[in-house]
């Protein structure tokens, strides 16, 4: 591992470190559309340009379907959807607002504004529904990178009681799986916190390095549901700040450990049939399926994959 993450005993997680072994890139949209959000930004800006009351109404009605459109995909995202895509619109960004995505009272406001013009026959003067194009912009730059590189599985050190973990986010299960992992022998002290320190998996395949164990049932599963909130909400909170690698918090490097990115695309039509971790396994196993135990040598570094989710016809 080569980027770690260490937490004092008075802050509001459950572990000791952090440190990421895999990332997912954007997933596909909760439900089947040919469309993004990005589509929906470029017919509000289309429609502004018509001028015409009719293309204002227009205009905010599309920037309220990318909005919707984009908080969706968030919850998809980190594993929220299953239990949370349900919801009415407001309780949808207070749980993306609670582990800090996205800022709740602006976009409110904007909901407010397009509810005004459905019942109150209002139309939006030309430089709100601009305003609205604006924050849109900035909503959906700042969310993209969120959604290329989001934790998918990390390595913890777990306070009570105390242990190292895998923990595996399962995002169509809208679960948190914890495994227990052994690794003797390779562990190191950093920043005077005892981490997993070292390569988890093979480059070619994803294998399990040799000496490392990791439990096959989990020891906890946290359903990321509202009744589980007080459990899940800090973990995904600090995946949050490791994606923004949040100033405050302290942030090492291994330097005896390289950094490295391997994309791999999933078809959605074997995502229903496995588990996430399953399924990235065996595309890289694919992928690397040609690379021998020479190439493996040259590259002694742990491997960060990006699965990316790309539609395809089952």
């Known amino acids: 591992m080569s980027l770690y993450f260490t937490y004092a005993n008075t802050e509001p997680v459950p572990f000791r470190y952090l440190t990421v072994s895999r990332f997912v ?10 469309a993004l959000p990005s589509d929906y930004l470029e017919f509000a800006i289309a429609d502004l340009a018509e001028g015409s009351p009719k ?6 009605g599309n920037v309220k379907r990318a909005l919707h459109f984009e908080v969706d995909y968030l919850l998809q995202q980190y594993g929220l959807f299953r239990h949370f ?20 009272t602006l976009l409110s406001n904007l909901n407010f504004e397009r509810n005004l013009i459905e019942h109150e026959y209002e139309v939006p003067t030309r430089k709100r529904v601009a305003e609205a194009i ?42 948190l799986r914890l495994f227990t992992l052994t690794a003797k022998g390779k562990y190191q002290k950093i920043a005077g916190e005892n981490c997993f320190s070292g390569q988890l998996r093979s480059f070619a395949g994803g294998e399990l ?28 909170k600090e995946f949050v700040n490791v994606q923004r690698i949040n100033s405050a918090k302290k942030t090492h490097i291994n330097p005896n450990q390289l ?32 690379v021998g ?3 493996e040598g040259k590259l002694n570094s742990q491997i960060t994959e990006t699965a990316v989710a790309e539609k395809v016809d089952s």
């Open 209 to 236: 390095m040799p000496g490392i164990k990791i439990s096959k049932r989990p020891w906890k599963i946290f359903q990321l549901n509202k009744s589980q909130a007080v459990e899940w909400r800090p973990i995904l």
């Open 85 to 104: 895509g349900h919801r009415n619109f407001p309780a949808k960004l207070e749980v993306l607002d609670e582990i800090g995505l996205l800022p709740i």
């Open 134 to 175: 604006d924050v849109l912009k900035l909503l959906l730059f700042a969310t993209e990178k969120l959604m290329e590189m989001t934790p998918y599985e990390v390595v913890l050190g777990w306070r009570q009681p105390s242990r190292h973990i895998l923990l595996q986010l399962e995002p169509f299960e809208g679960e």
């Open 293 to 295: 135990s020479q190439g």
């Open 25 to 34: 890139g954007r997933l596909q949209p909760p439900y089947k559309t040919t």
């Open 259 to 290: 950094f490295a990115t391997i994309s791999v695309t999933v078809p959605f039509a074997i995502v229903a049939q496995k588990t996430w971790a399953q399924i990235l396994d065996e595309k890289i196993k694919e992928n690397f399926k040609n």
């Open 55 to 60: 293309g204002l109404v227009n205009a905010f």
